[in-house]
């Protein structure tokens, strides 16, 4: 058995083959132990007693990158203790060295420690999802909009920090790269950049115009060109809006400064304006009687104010017309549709309590006998 053990191949026994594959199976068999323990661990480091947010949500978060980050290092703990046959004529590879040649170890290294550092940002990215999540909460305890467009924002800021430290940690750490020499040939070749991403830069420049000035908020019901919605997230390029037939439209930041926008959200009430057309049969004291009601029960309705007004407006082609407009106290739509849908159902009651009827298009023809 011990002979069998110590046989080699590819320059190696075969009992260290089996120690790494059973490391390896180990790892897969406890990495979700593992990682949720480690989890447990680090909540316990940067928890906030005051938070609602449990270790539940946060476990969700952080057990897949952990156990991705936990397989990484077992399985270079294991590959580490393998030698390369020599008969491949491969180069060694020393990670601080300055003079490594270009070889199969030399590339193994490095994509491993690319992965690596991938796994690392990815536990800092959820971190950074799970402190959104708490600021979220507490937002919800505040009647201040401001919050809620503010948080997501931070958020980006935080995982684009994120991920410019990440990309200078992998050219300085792994490809060798003077980051000292780097960053002054970012700031040569940044107006060339700037001018080569003008639109995109108008539309970050927007989008703190849009924190700052505040013409809006998330939660606002708001018009621009032929769009309408209710804002959902303000970005750092652009602005989504989800329509009242529940399409997501996506707005430049730059669109959403530079056209005429109309925030329904800061209308202390909507105004609803229509014609109700009557039959000609209907005489003028029926008409009369029909529009003191309408006016009367839009007065005594719950939600709208005193300022509506119903007239009878005009003889139209087929039909005499009743004007109807009257002010909804909420900027809510769904308020408006409610009051909407009783105010006409009411009107429908009225006509057909007088006697009266609804007219529609007609065409009258005289044949000459």
Avoid at 115 to 132: K, N
Avoid at 344 to 366: L, R
Wanted: include cysteine.
């Amino acid at each position: 058995m011990n002979k069998m053990l110590s046989k080699q191949f590819l320059g190696n026994s075969i009992e260290e083959y089996l120690i790494l594959v059973g490391a390896i199976i180990l790892g897969l068999i406890f990495k979700k132990l593992i990682s949720r323990y480690l989890s447990h661990l680090l909540f316990k480091m940067i928890r906030n007693k005051k938070s609602e947010i449990g270790i539940e949500k946060f476990d969700e978060l952080l057990t897949k990158p952990i156990g991705f980050c936990v397989m990484l290092s077992i399985i270079y703990l294991g590959f580490n203790q393998l030698e390369f046959p020599k008969e491949w004529n491969l180069y060694d590879y020393e990670p601080n060295s300055q003079d490594n040649k270009i070889g199969l170890k030399m590339i193994l290294h490095k994509g491993y420690s690319l992965i690596f550092v991938y796994s690392v940002f990815w536990i800092f990215l959820r971190l950074v999802d799970y402190v959104g999540l708490i600021l979220r909460k507490k937002a919800e305890l505040t009647e201040n909009k401001m919050d809620d467009q503010l948080i997501p924002f931070i958020i980006e800021i935080g995982k684009i920090l994120i991920y410019i430290l990440g990309a200078f940690i992998v050219m300085g750490s792994i490809f060798n790269v003077n980051i000292a020499a780097l960053a002054t040939g970012l700031g040569i070749g940044g107006i060339a950049l700037a001018m080569a991403s003008k639109e995109s830069l108008e539309n970050l420049l927007g989008s703190f115009t849009i924190f700052f000035d505040k013409p809006f908020t998330v939660g606002d019901i708001v018009t621009v060109g032929a769009v309408t919605g209710t804002v959902e997230k303000v970005g750092f390029r652009s602005t989504r809006v989800r329509t009242f037939d529940k399409s997501l439209v996506t707005v430049p930041n730059k669109k959403m400064i530079d056209a005429e926008l109309d925030n329904l959200g800061l209308r202390p009430m909507r105004r609803v304006k229509f014609n109700v057309g009557l039959t000609y049969e209907t005489s003028a004291e029926q008409i009369k009687l029909i529009v003191k009601d309408i006016q009367d029960y839009i007065n005594q309705h719950s939600k709208t104010d005193q300022k509506g007004k119903v007239r009878f407006s005009e003889f139209g082609s087929s039909s005499l017309d009743i004007m109807v407009i009257y002010f909804v106290d909420s900027p809510k739509w769904e308020d408006l549709i409610n009051v909407k849908q009783e105010v006409n159902y009411k009107i429908m009651e009225i006509v057909k309590y007088h006697k009266s009827d609804f007219a529609f298009p007609t065409t009258t023809v005289y044949l000459n006998k």
